[in-house]
């Protein structure tokens, strides 16, 4: 929120004090007399923040091993499956058969490539839609902008919000239209890349025994994929059955993703962490468990999601192009810059909504940038006001309704959007066990233990999410030797190194797709679009000229990586400000997690930046031979 306009480009004096939000701007800004004292709000989201921040950080958390790793295991296949090695080669290859990989491969397709393998770890395409498969497993963003490629299938979403059995079959549904199942691996993990400096190809090892070739590598081995658990004392003496909420074990809950889960009529279970994931499976669990304990650390923000069946109406009158308007706009706004329109009119938009309206009507004319930036912290009380006091107007147990309320601003942490996560706590079978920020105290073999109190659970799932501060070949679970012998764990020791997001010098013809050193959007399908079509413009411009290799100047990548630091400094006073959670490495939004973010002014400006590169054609920054 609001970062376009933390990266308005010229201060006045008068801008370089630091307004802070109060009773006489919201008069000024025509707010009126408002019911919440900012400074009050501010000094109790520093306290909530201040009992959440651990010395630990990242290292709190640890990797599914031992007992636990079967939580990296694939469910949904045969285990048993065998294929023979493959030593062929090919153009291009693209790691990772999620939105991210799909659009690669989609726009690779349109750009004439046609010898291109997808390689996936997972039996099919879908990627976290693959993977999460839990109860109510749904996406928050609308669909008619968070599914890609809608007009180019010709798909109309059945619901205003999609959920994973849909997003599947669209992903399934990409990769028949453009040819991609056709030479694909699925079920291989790649376990390393060597660049051959002679042949100008990569050479790609598999867990299926494959040493192929290619020209080109795209990785889009997705942000949030590998399962992570918290470092719980005595957490591996449980005895009970346990799993993570992105390996669903419907064999013991029985039912499926839209629950019914029948396996839990006479079973106690526990479930840990209260994130986008466990905000919508947490009603199917109360529905079906005999007793539903939820172990909370720091609530969530659950705002109305107001979902429902598509108008065959409005999909009739929709206009060629109306998918990438609806997308842009929602990302103008998103990112707190203006439209004239909100065309998606959600949760999302409603804070930049309400300051476009207010701006709009000529309220606080003449406001300084600091004032207006104050005033959009001013909204963001207002709505989080509203956010608390629907929990009070759901939840019946006055201390229950309390524990459930977020103190930080909206986009501290995922927002999260849904209307029967709140009713859940009303049930009888449903208790919340509010660890007041600070987490379970241990696990036993019989279940949970918070302040003296045991709770015993037949059942303990984890939805504690997926590594996020590690690092990228940790997370992407295999490395790759660049040129000299150089791995790019090495490389980014001290910090993710790019141009553009997209390239890294010493590895030539490799694109990285994803949030490292790039444009970051609530929708990330938008974003993963952007990355799909910068680099299919670059391998087209390659085929074109009979080019055999392209990788980025020193120069271009030392200035990127300076202007990825210079931006993450744009931020730093909203997050170092915020709750603990990954948007804010773990409370330490410090220089280091500012170069392995993402580029902190607006997407929408990345996505000019790139944009204006890509239609400057002469590829600077690039050395090609
Ligand atoms: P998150 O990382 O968002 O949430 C993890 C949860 O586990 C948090 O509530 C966290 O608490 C809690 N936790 C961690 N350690 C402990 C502990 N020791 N004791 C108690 N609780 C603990 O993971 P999710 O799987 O929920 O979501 C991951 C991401 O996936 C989301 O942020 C979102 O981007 C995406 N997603 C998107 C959806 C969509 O609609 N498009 C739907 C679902 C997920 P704390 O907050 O205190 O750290």
């Given at each position: 929120?609001?970062?376009?306009?933390?990266?308005?480009?010229?201060?006045?004096?008068?801008?370089?004090?630091?307004?802070?939000?109060?009773?006489?701007?919201?008069?000024?800004?025509?707010?009126?007399?408002?019911?919440?004292?900012?400074?009050?709000?501010?000094?109790?989201?520093?306290?909530?923040?201040?009992?959440?921040?651990?010395?630990?950080?990242?290292?709190?958390?640890?990797?599914?091993?031992?007992?636990?790793?079967?939580?990296?295991?694939?469910?949904?296949?045969?285990p048993?499956?065998?294929?023979?090695?493959?030593?062929?080669?090919?153009?291009?290859?693209?790691?990772?058969?999620?939105?991210?990989?799909?659009?690669?491969?989609?726009?690779?397709?349109?750009?004439?490539?046609?010898?291109?393998?997808?390689?996936?770890?997972?039996?099919?395409?879908?990627?976290?839609?693959?993977?999460?498969?839990?109860?109510?497993?749904?996406?928050?963003?609308?669909?008619?902008?968070?599914l890609?490629?809608?007009?180019?299938?010709?798909?109309?979403?059945?619901?205003?919000?999609?959920?994973?059995?849909?997003?599947?079959?669209h992903?399934?549904?990409?990769?028949?239209?453009?040819?991609?199942?056709?030479?694909?691996?699925?079920?291989?993990?790649?376990?390393?890349?060597?660049?051959?400096?002679?042949?100008?190809?990569?050479?790609?090892?598999?867990?299926?025994?494959?040493?192929?070739?290619?020209?080109f590598?795209?990785?889009?081995?997705?942000?949030?994929?590998?399962?992570?658990?918290?470092?719980?004392?005595?957490?591996?003496?449980?005895?009970?059955?346990?799993?993570?909420?992105?390996?669903?074990?419907?064999?013991?809950?029985?039912?499926?993703?839209?629950?019914?889960?029948?396996?839990?009529?006479?079973?106690?279970?526990?479930?840990?962490?209260?994130?986008?994931t466990?905000?919508?499976?947490?009603?199917?669990?109360?529905?079906?468990?005999?007793?539903?304990?939820?172990f909370?650390?720091?609530?969530?923000?659950?705002?109305?999601?107001?979902?429902?069946?598509?108008?065959?109406?409005?999909?009739?009158?929709?206009?060629?192009?109306?998918?990438?308007?609806?997308?842009?706009?929602?990302?103008?706004?998103?990112?707190?810059?203006?439209?004239?329109?909100?065309?998606v009119?959600?949760?999302?938009?409603?804070?930049?909504?309400?300051?476009?309206?207010?701006?709009?009507?000529?309220?606080?004319?003449?406001?300084?940038?600091?004032?207006?930036?104050?005033?959009?912290?001013?909204l963001?009380?207002?709505?989080?006001?509203?956010?608390?006091?629907?929990?009070?107007?759901?939840?019946?147990?006055?201390?229950?309704?309390?524990?459930?309320?977020?103190?930080?601003?909206?986009?501290?942490?995922?927002?999260?959007?849904?209307?029967?996560?709140l009713?859940?706590?009303?049930?009888?079978?449903?208790?919340?066990?509010d660890?007041?920020?600070?987490?379970?105290?241990?696990?036993?073999?019989?279940?949970?233990?918070?302040?003296g109190?045991?709770?015993?659970?037949?059942?303990?799932?984890?939805?504690?999410?997926?590594?996020?501060?590690?690092?990228?070949?940790?997370?992407?679970?295999?490395?790759?030797?660049?040129?000299?012998?150089?791995?790019?764990?090495?490389?980014?020791?001290?910090?993710?190194?790019?141009?553009?997001?997209?390239?890294?010098?010493?590895?030539?013809?490799?694109?990285?797709?994803?949030?490292?050193?790039?444009?970051?959007?609530?929708n990330?399908?938008?974003?993963?679009?952007?990355?799909?079509?910068?680099?299919?413009?670059?391998?087209?411009k390659?085929?074109?000229?009979?080019?055999?290799?392209?990788?980025?100047?020193?120069?271009?990548?030392?200035?990127?990586?300076?202007?990825?630091?210079?931006?993450?400094?744009?931020?730093?006073?909203?997050?170092?400000?915020?709750?603990?959670?990954?948007?804010?490495n773990?409370?330490?939004?410090?220089?280091?997690?500012?170069?392995?973010?993402?580029?902190?002014?607006?997407?929408?400006?990345?996505?000019?930046?790139?944009?204006?590169?890509c239609?400057?054609?002469?590829?600077?920054?690039?050395?090609?031979?």
């Open positions: 929120m609001s970062e376009a306009m933390q990266d308005a480009p010229r201060k006045t004096r008068e801008d370089r004090e630091i307004i802070m939000p109060s009773k006489q701007l919201a008069q000024k800004m025509g707010l009126g007399e408002i019911a919440f004292n900012p400074d009050s709000l501010l000094a109790k989201y520093r306290a909530e923040r201040d009992r959440r921040i651990r010395p630990d950080g990242n290292e709190q958390y640890q990797q599914p091993k031992g007992d636990f790793s079967h939580f990296l295991e694939d469910p949904y296949v045969e048993d499956f065998t294929r023979e090695p493959l030593f062929d080669e090919v153009e291009v290859v693209v790691i990772g058969g999620g939105f991210g990989g799909l659009l690669a491969g989609a726009r690779l397709r349109e750009a004439g490539v046609k010898s291109l393998r997808m390689i996936e770890k997972g039996g099919d395409f879908g990627g976290t839609w693959y993977w999460n498969r839990y109860p109510g497993a749904a996406c928050d963003i609308e669909a008619y902008i968070y890609p490629l809608l007009e180019e299938l010709n798909y109309i979403p059945r619901r205003r919000y999609t959920d994973a059995p849909e997003m599947m079959a992903s399934q549904a990409i990769a028949r239209k453009y040819d991609l199942y056709e030479n694909a691996c699925l079920q291989t993990e790649i376990t390393g890349m060597e660049w051959d400096d002679k042949d100008g190809k990569w050479i790609i090892s598999t867990n299926r025994g494959d040493r192929m070739k290619s020209r590598v795209v990785m889009s081995n997705g942000p949030l994929h590998r399962p992570k658990l918290p470092g719980i004392p005595g957490i591996d003496d449980y005895n009970g059955h346990t799993f993570h909420t992105s390996r669903w074990d419907y064999h013991y809950t029985g039912g499926d993703p839209t629950g019914n889960l029948t396996g839990l009529k006479d079973k106690r279970v526990g479930i840990i962490g209260t994130g986008a466990a905000v919508q499976c947490i009603p199917h669990l109360g529905a079906s468990a005999k007793h539903l304990y939820v909370q650390r720091t609530p969530s923000s659950v705002d109305v999601r107001n979902d429902h069946p598509t108008d065959p109406e409005w999909a009739a009158s929709l206009k060629p192009g109306w998918q990438k308007e609806r997308l842009e706009n929602f990302n103008i706004l998103v990112t707190g810059g203006y439209a004239e329109k909100d065309l009119n959600d949760g999302w938009t409603e804070i930049i909504r309400n300051f476009l309206v207010k701006v709009g009507q000529g309220d606080g004319k003449g406001a300084s940038r600091s004032e207006l930036l104050a005033f959009t912290e001013l963001d009380y207002q709505k989080m006001e509203g956010v608390r006091a629907r929990v009070d107007s759901i939840v019946k147990d006055k201390a229950t309704a309390e524990a459930l309320k977020p103190y930080y601003r909206q986009f501290c942490k995922r927002p999260c959007f849904h209307d029967e996560y009713p859940t706590f009303n049930r009888p079978n449903v208790t919340l066990v660890t007041r920020g600070q987490g379970v105290d241990g696990i036993t073999e019989k279940g949970v233990v918070f302040d109190v045991e709770y015993e659970v037949d059942c303990l799932i984890f939805a504690t999410g997926f590594e996020v501060g590690t690092e990228y070949t940790r997370r992407s679970g295999y490395d790759l030797t660049g040129r000299d012998g150089v791995t790019l764990s090495e490389k980014w020791a001290k910090g993710v190194s790019t141009f553009h997001g997209l390239l890294t010098r010493g590895f030539p013809n490799c694109f990285i797709m994803g949030t490292l050193q790039s444009g970051f959007t609530a990330f399908p938008h974003a993963l679009d952007h990355n799909a079509k910068h680099l299919s413009y670059i391998i087209k390659l085929r074109e000229s009979n080019a055999k290799t392209v990788e980025t100047t020193q120069q271009a990548e030392d200035d990127w990586v300076h202007v990825i630091i210079r931006k993450a400094k744009l931020g730093l006073r909203f997050y170092s400000e915020c709750t603990p959670g990954y948007y804010n773990e409370g330490r939004p410090g220089e280091r997690s500012g170069q392995n973010g993402q580029y902190g002014g607006s997407s929408e400006v990345f996505f000019k930046i790139i944009q204006e590169w239609d400057d054609g002469t590829m600077r920054g690039l050395e090609i031979s």
